[in-house]
């Protein structure tokens, strides 16, 4: 069975990205950033309703080298297709594709203060997290860039600035890309710490690092690209979005945070309360992995995780066969738990796995997708996590 995908280090994507640079603009970036993709252990679908979320970081990044040029335009290149333009034009909708990602980081910066020498870069791309995997490869590339530009512009990177910089990456997503995301995934990507997930309060914006020591344990975190493109854009996304928002309005609270489940049958529509009920026992989810994570648990983390898989199927209706498959196939493979993870609508699985079992059950996984006419999978072994936005050359 072949399909693993490897992290690359830190100096070969480093090289990855300054040799693009250099093929495509003839010189030297004055630097290069990356910035990890990541994969949630629990609190899906929640960010957008004050929610509580508990994201881990890859140790797959996206690198982005960078050379300021203070013009007031980019140039963005990458492996798809390259774009030119002026930062004065970036606004909702434009560019489209992957350029807005980047374009939306320089635009949603301006309107922090920063110098005109900030607008502009020249900028070329390098990575290995899987694209349209539901892992976050869009914020990578906004968090690299982002931390890039604040460097070279002499911005705060501590924890406040970094604050700040996830805003913005948020802003270009929401209104550049037009991906109506919440902000677990930038928050991750710029604030997480190695060896630890990122317990994420969309109330207020907070975090704080939950140690999570998988190998002290003898387990490990299988992460499942079953190759169903994964896509926020084409309107599923946004429609369970209004729903948890009306949902919250009927109710008569600032957000779903604010509900109990004894308050749902007041809603009168049921696919309101099948929305909201996810949402509701979600956030409970991630309470419940929280203390167990706290009293050394973690195994019996797996049927929490199993628990989120089945609500995001029934209840919130964002799986997808691939899904379901590779979830299916790593339970009965002897997995302590599984769920989709992510967006939804294709994307990846994750997988509580006994260390000794991994290969036992990604080759299931793999086996199912094949009796089933489905994309053979591609998998990824958490290890001990990746590293948050970070300056590599």
């Known amino acids: 069975m072949t399909g693993w995908i490897v992290p690359r280090s830190d100096t070969d994507l480093a090289a990855a990205a300054t040799t693009l640079f250099a093929a495509e603009f003839g010189v030297r970036p004055d630097g290069v950033w990356a910035a990890p993709g990541r994969v949630n252990l629990i609190g899906e679908h929640v960010d957008y309703a004050e929610g509580l979320s508990l994201p881990i970081?890859?140790?797959?990044?996206?690198?982005?080298?960078?050379?300021?040029?203070?013009?007031?335009?980019?140039?963005?290149?990458?492996?798809?297709?390259?774009?030119?333009?002026?930062?004065?034009?970036?606004?909702?909708?434009?560019?489209?594709?992957?350029?807005?990602?980047?374009?939306?980081?320089?635009?949603?910066?301006?309107?922090?203060?920063?110098?005109?020498?900030?607008?502009?870069?020249?900028?070329?791309?390098?990575s290995t997290v899987p694209i349209g995997a539901g892992l976050s490869s869009s914020a990578a590339l906004e968090c690299a860039l982002a931390l890039a530009v604040a460097d070279l512009s002499g911005l705060p990177a501590d924890d406040a600035g970094r604050a700040v910089l996830a805003s913005c990456c948020v802003a270009a997503e929401n209104e550049v890309a037009?991906?109506?995301?919440?902000?677990?995934?930038?928050?991750?990507?710029?604030?997480?710490?190695?060896?630890?997930?990122?317990?994420?309060?969309s109330a207020d914006g907070s975090v704080a690092a939950v140690p999570l020591d998988l190998a002290a344990h003898g387990l490990t975190l299988l992460v499942i690209d079953t190759r169903a493109p994964h896509r926020l854009v084409d309107g599923q996304y946004a429609q369970r979005r209004r729903s948890v928002e009306q949902a919250a309005a009927r109710l008569g609270v600032p957000s779903l945070r604010h509900a109990v489940v004894g308050d749902l049958r007041r809603l009168g529509d049921p696919v309101l309360t099948r929305r909201a009920r996810h949402v509701v026992g979600e956030i409970g989810r991630v309470r419940e992995t929280l203390r167990l994570l706290e009293s050394g648990r973690i195994r019996d983390v797996g049927a929490v995780l199993t628990a989120s898989h089945v609500s995001l199927r029934d209840d919130f209706e964002v799986s997808c066969p691939e899904l379901d498959s590779a979830v299916d196939a790593a339970l009965a493979a002897g997995a302590l738990g599984a769920r989709m993870t992510g967006g939804g609508f294709g994307g990846s699985a994750i997988a509580l796995v006994e260390e000794g079992e991994v290969d036992v059950v990604a080759g299931q996984v793999h086996s199912s997708a094949r009796a089933s006419g489905l994309e053979f999978p591609a998998f990824l072994r958490l290890g001990d996590g990746g590293r948050a936005a970070r300056r590599i050359a």
């Open 57 to 126: 970081a890859l140790p797959h990044s996206t690198a982005v080298a960078v050379r300021g040029r203070g013009d007031g335009r980019m140039r963005l290149r990458s492996g798809l297709e390259p774009w030119d333009g002026a930062v004065a034009d970036v606004g909702p909708g434009a560019p489209a594709g992957w350029a807005a990602y980047l374009a939306g980081v320089v635009w949603a910066l301006r309107r922090t203060g920063l110098p005109d020498s900030a607008f502009g870069v020249d900028a070329a791309v390098a």
């Open 178 to 201: 037009l991906a109506p995301t919440g902000g677990m995934d930038q928050a991750i990507a710029l604030r997480g710490q190695a060896g630890h997930a990122l317990l994420v309060d």
